[in-house]
T-cell receptor, first 116, second 116 residues
Framework: AQKVTQAQTEISVVEKEDVTLDCVYE???????LFWYKQPPSGELVFLIR??????QNEISGRYSWNFQKSTSSFNFTITASQVVDSAVYFC?????????????FGGGTRLMVKP | GAGVSQSPSNKVTEKGKDVELRCDPI?????LYWYRQRLGQGLEFLIY????????KSGLPSDRFSAERTGESVSTLTIQRTQQEDSAVYLC??????????????FGAGSRLTVL
C-alpha cells in the first residue's frame, strides 16, 4: 500500500522568510512518481512539480525548490523569500508504475499562512 | 474546454435525497478521476476512468455511490440517499494517459455538497 505523510498540518511565517514543507512517502514500487500541488483559497488544485524515482537531482524553479532524498523517502518543498500569495494548502502526492488505478495518493496537506 | 469544469459548484440537499455531480474533462483527456475532500482534510480517492471504463471502483465509500462516464467525456457521480457524512467537496480531475503513474492531473474547482 502507498502512503504519503505531511506531518506539518499548519505553518505560519512572516513574509520574506524561507519555509520548508515536509513530505515522507511509503511505497513498494520500484518506479514511482512524486508530485506537489498547491490549493489556494479558491479551491482549485494547481500542479507544481512531478519527479520520477530515478531522478534524484534537486530542482529549482524561481523561489521554489524541491529536495528528493530516496534514502529517507522524502520529497521536501522549500519556498524562499515567501510572499503573501504563497498562502495556500500544499499537497504532496505519490503515484506508482504498478498502481492499476493510476490514481494519486495524497498526503493530508500543509496549510501555509504567510503574514505581511 | 480549456479546463476541467464541474457543476454544480454548490449543492445543498436534504438527508435522504439523491444528488448528481457532473464533470466535463479537458477535451482529449482519456483518464478521469473523482476525489473527495472533507473540510480541512486531504484528498480521498473515489474512482478512476480510463476511457469509459472504471478499472478501480474500490475507493467508492458505499453502494450509495456510483459513477459513469460516456463518450470518453462527461462523467457523473451519483450519491443516493445522501447522509450528512457525505458533505464534502467533490473534486474531478482529468489527464492524458502518459506512462503509467506519470499522469499530471488537472483539477476542476470542485462541487461543494452540503447535506442538511
Amino acid at each position: 500500500a502507498q502512503k504519503v505523510t505531511q506531518a506539518q498540518t499548519e505553518i505560519s511565517v512572516v513574509e520574506k522568510e524561507d519555509v520548508t514543507l515536509d513530505c515522507v512517502y511509503e511505497t513498494r514500487d520500484t518506479t514511482y512518481y512524486l508530485f506537489w500541488y498547491k490549493q489556494p483559497p479558491s479551491g482549485e488544485l494547481v500542479f507544481l512539480i512531478r519527479r520520477n524515482s530515478f531522478d534524484e537531482q534537486n530542482e529549482i524553479s524561481g523561489r521554489y525548490s524541491w529536495n528528493f532524498q530516496k534514502s529517507t523517502s522524502s520529497f521536501n518543498f522549500t519556498i524562499t523569500a515567501s510572499q503573501v500569495v504563497d498562502s495556500a494548502v500544499y499537497f504532496c502526492a505519490l503515484s506508482g508504475l504498478n498502481n492499476a488505478g493510476n490514481m494519486l495518493t495524497f498526503g493530508g496537506g500543509t496549510r501555509l499562512m504567510v503574514k505581511p | 474546454g480549456a479546463g476541467v469544469s464541474q457543476s454544480p459548484s454548490n449543492k445543498v440537499t436534504e438527508k435522504g435525497k439523491d444528488v448528481e455531480l457532473r464533470c466535463d474533462p479537458i477535451s482529449g483527456h482519456t483518464a478521469l478521476y473523482w476525489y473527495r475532500q472533507r473540510l480541512g482534510q486531504g484528498l480521498e480517492f473515489l474512482i478512476y476512468f480510463q476511457g469509459n471504463s472504471a478499472p478501480d471502483k474500490s475507493g467508492l465509500p458505499s453502494d450509495r455511490f456510483s459513477a459513469e462516464r460516456t463518450g470518453e467525456s462527461v462523467s457523473t457521480l451519483t450519491i443516493q440517499r445522501t447522509q450528512q457524512e457525505d458533505s464534502a467537496v467533490y473534486l474531478c480531475a482529468s489527464s492524458l494517459l502518459e506512462s503509467s503513474g506519470a499522469n499530471v492531473l488537472t483539477f476542476g474547482a470542485g462541487s461543494r455538497l452540503t447535506v442538511l
